[in-house]
């Protein structure tokens, strides 16, 4: 997946991108905390890095978590790097290409609800951008007839498939996979997976407890190692690429964004170019921001300005004109290329995510291009017509637009994960003009549907 946009030699292996994905209260946020507690608890002082936007879990605190399961002579991968933000916001921000940002996703379900509507969207998402996943069957710790001892998740994880749960859980698991192949995915309880796509591991274990994450570390270092190693290949010295996280105000320093860098160096004093609509944004880099370490944190400096960064990491840049970067789009260091060459790059990168709109139909806007590019596309499936679709706040802008449409229920604003401000949610009001907000993407289509059918039914 990973695309080198110059010629130069790769020199290194970079950690694998790991999102985490699922429903509301499954418990995406627990893992990932776990995940960094356990790391600390486990690893020595300051072996894993906060960086900005992700936390890097080191070879070596993972080899320490896993204990036998990981031997890190085994490995030539230097860890894993999990994008902090759970959900459909980090994962959908795209990387290169229209893929992904994330190289691998954990798809969080809870074993006492099974498959819901964000499951299956989540499970959407990772097919479109064909990026493999493996399913991590939480709060096992609930489940009646739970026995840590017998059913130590590692064996079910590790060992074969016939090694049977003897509890209640097995009913729940078994329904997961049901689910899953549903959808012509085969589940294995076990790693050794041949195409991860088409067959996915399932891993049990508790967020809350801890017990099963050292069987998950060591399943996705185990799969990263064997499928990903090419596509870690990075160049260290070359020019950085990255992808923006968020767009935010950082005091002193202004419009800044949170990126996550994939290739190459970044430094202070480089050009770049950060993807905006319609033309991409050229810039020089003020500053780059990264977390002070807890120890040193005043209230008025959380952060430590460095002179470079090296992929795969989290950094805060701060350059001047930065107001209109979006969220989910390209940055690249220029270096020694060609300005025009660059952005280029950074122009076909965005023309290839897909948000085709038509004539007539409702105005959307999302919170990053990854986000917006899934929300038309599942406004496509059933098929509500899409008119405008854009990243960012609703301005009155996008009012204006949304009145042109022909039919009074077109006349409509989807809003998913972004703000309306006031004098565009004025100026809706006036102008009879719907706007629907939400940050799950089916309840916002489900809210326009009912309103749309009251509306139908009101004429008739
Ligand atoms: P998110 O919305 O997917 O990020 O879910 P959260 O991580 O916020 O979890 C939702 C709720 O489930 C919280 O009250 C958590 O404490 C709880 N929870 C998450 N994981 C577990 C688990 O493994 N066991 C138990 N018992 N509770 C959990």
Redesign the pocket.
């Known amino acids: 997946m990973s695309e080198h946009d110059h010629q130069a030699e790769p020199d290194s292996l970079r950690t694998p991108i790991v999102a985490v994905l699922?429903h509301?209260?499954?418990?995406?946020?627990?893992?990932l905390d776990k995940i960094r507690g356990s790391a600390v608890h486990e690893g020595e002082a300051g072996a894993i890095t906060q960086h900005i936007g992700s936390t890097a879990v080191p070879l070596e605190v993972i080899s320490d978590i896993a204990g036998e399961l990981v031997n890190p002579d085994d490995f030539d991968l230097p860890g894993l790097l999990f994008i902090d933000t759970?959900g459909h916001h980090s994962f959908s921000t795209l990387r290169s290409r229209g893929g992904a940002l994330a190289d691998i996703a954990i798809l969080?379900v809870d074993v006492n609800d099974g498959f819901q509507p964000q499951t299956h969207e989540a499970m959407d998402i990772l097919a479109r951008t064909s990026t493999p996943f493996i399913v991590a069957a939480?709060?096992i710790?609930?489940v009646p007839g739970w026995n840590p001892e017998q059913n130590r998740p590692s064996k079910v994880a590790i060992e074969s498939q016939s090694e049977r749960v003897q509890s209640d859980l097995n009913d729940s698991l078994y329904e997961i996979i049901g689910q899953l192949s549903s959808k012509d995915i085969s589940a294995d309880m076990y790693w050794r997976v041949q195409d991860f796509q088409k067959n996915v591991g399932v891993v049990p274990l508790?967020?809350?407890?801890g017990e099963g994450v050292p069987d998950l570390l060591t399943v996705l270092m185990g799969l990263s190692q064997r499928y990903m190693k090419d596509e870690m290949e990075i160049d260290t010295a070359g020019p950085a690429a990255g992808t923006v996280l968020e767009v935010k105000d950082t005091q002193g320093f202004g419009t800044t964004i949170d990126t996550v860098i994939y290739d190459g160096t970044i430094r202070e004093d480089d050009t770049i170019v950060v993807g905006s609509k319609p033309e991409p944004i050229v810039t020089d880099v003020r500053a780059l921001l990264q977390p002070k370490p807890l120890a040193e944190i005043r209230a008025d400096e959380e952060f430590e300005q460095v002179p470079e960064v090296v992929a795969a990491e989290g950094v805060k840049v701060a350059a001047p004109d930065l107001d209109d970067a979006m969220a989910g789009a390209p940055v690249r260091v220029v270096g020694d290329r060609e300005l025009d060459d660059v952005l280029d790059i950074v122009r076909k990168e965005l023309a290839d995510i897909e948000v085709s709109t038509e004539e007539e139909g409702v105005t959307v806007k999302a919170d990053t291009l990854g986000s917006l590019e899934a929300l038309v596309s599942t406004l496509e499936e059933d098929e509500i017509p899409v008119m405008d679709a854009g990243v960012g706040d609703v301005a009155p802008r996008d009012v204006r637009m949304a009145e042109t449409a022909e039919t009074a229920h077109e006349q409509s604003i989807l809003a998913f994960n972004v703000d309306v401000l006031d004098d565009a949610r004025q100026l809706a009001e006036q102008e009879d003009v719907g706007l629907f907000e939400h940050d799950v993407i089916y309840r916002l289509i489900e809210s326009y549907q009912e309103y749309v059918e009251e509306i139908q039914e009101a004429q008739q």
């Open positions: 699922g509301v209260d499954h418990g995406k946020t627990s893992l759970p969080v939480n709060k710790d609930t508790s967020a809350e407890t």
